[in-house]
């Protein structure tokens, strides 16, 4: 497991885009009701099914529409965002145990519980949907699932990418904790997020043998949205209902980054060049204007100059590579704004040291 690398998104979606069905038809608005089926913490269902076909409410296919009319709720924009990230979340997991048995995770070299795991990580997304459709009031539209394709080609891809969904979930969910009105939406949220936390300490501990922890602090981002519109990649165009708020709500739509030839490592020290790789979405630099790459990790962040002529920049090597860091290219010291940040969010995984190596 030493060297990971994913499928070029491009071949996986030739092959996945012949199986896509059509976009569904809204659903009833029976589902509405908090009390309609079974309830996250009260059924067995979001914990311990064990079943190939999606459980409830992974196996509805439309958005769930306003029963009433009126202002949205406080945090109903909140939690819009966070159900359709939900379904990029579920929707990976469900693909996992649709795709793989437990003896493919087996004969990868994975432990022997690693599919059941899988399945009961994906009971728990169930149980997000849910609780992430109950928060939404019946004024507002409950986005429903579009149809994905995620870089993964084998059990061992498939545990690296679940890796980084993974912590990537903590940084955009205490990202979200910013933006929440009500305690009650915060308490919720770092309810998920601790969930999530031990989703990526279980796989951490079980699947790489490495160190569980990713030092005092899961690394923080406030923008959350950049977070969440970096998963916008596999989400299939034209596959969402049309019911479906834009995601997310505001979208700035910003420039994407992958580590670029000539990145000698993600690591801190490291010189990593970064690669727009958007043809039709690349930033603009103003010459002579001062630009910085901002690096965030735990609950700081730290500004180096980023050069525009060989789109590089230094990793600062004071950066304990544990968990995650989360960069940026900026056009302010800190990026102290959203419209500050010109392009990101590069996600780069620290730990295991494995996923390091492979640039993901
Ligand atoms: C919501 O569902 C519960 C349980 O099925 C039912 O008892 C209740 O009447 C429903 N409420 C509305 C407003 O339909
Ligand atoms: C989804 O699952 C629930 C609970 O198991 C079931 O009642 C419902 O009929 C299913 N819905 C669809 C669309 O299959
Ligand atoms: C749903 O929301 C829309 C837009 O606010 C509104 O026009 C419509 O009447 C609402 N639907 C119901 C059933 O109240
Ligand atoms: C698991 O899936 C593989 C194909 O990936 C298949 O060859 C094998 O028979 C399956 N094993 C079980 C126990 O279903
Ligand atoms: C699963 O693996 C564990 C530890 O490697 C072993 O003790 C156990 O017997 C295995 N279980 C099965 C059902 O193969
Ligand atoms: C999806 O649509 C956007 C713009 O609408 C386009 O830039 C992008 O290349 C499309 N992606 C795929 C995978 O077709
Ligand atoms: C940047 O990414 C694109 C798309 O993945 C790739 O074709 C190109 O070779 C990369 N360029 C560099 C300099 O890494
Ligand atoms: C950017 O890199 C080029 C090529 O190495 C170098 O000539 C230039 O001085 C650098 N610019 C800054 C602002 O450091
Ligand atoms: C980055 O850190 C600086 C101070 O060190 C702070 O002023 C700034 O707000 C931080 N940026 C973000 C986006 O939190």
Redesign the pocket.
Known sequence: MAFIRFTP?AAV?AFSLAHCAPVAEPLLSELSNTSYGPIPGQSPLYSTYSGTAPPFPGNITGAIVNTTAGPPGEDDLLFQNLLSAEWVIFSFYQQGVERFNSTDFIEAGLPNTTYERIQQIRDNEAGHLRIFQDQISTNSVKPGPCQYVYPFEDPISYIALQTVIEISSMAFLTGLELQAKLTLSKAALVAIAATESRHNTWSLIDNWKSTPFAGPADTVYPYANQILDFTNEWV??GSCPLENPIYPTPRQNLPQITPGAGTTAITPGSTIVFNFT?P??QPHFTPDQDYYAVFFHGVYNISVPFNTTTYSAVIPPQIEPLGIIIAVVADEEGAPTKESVLAGTLILPQSPAALAASGV
């Open positions: 998104l979606l299939v165009n958007q039709d979405n």
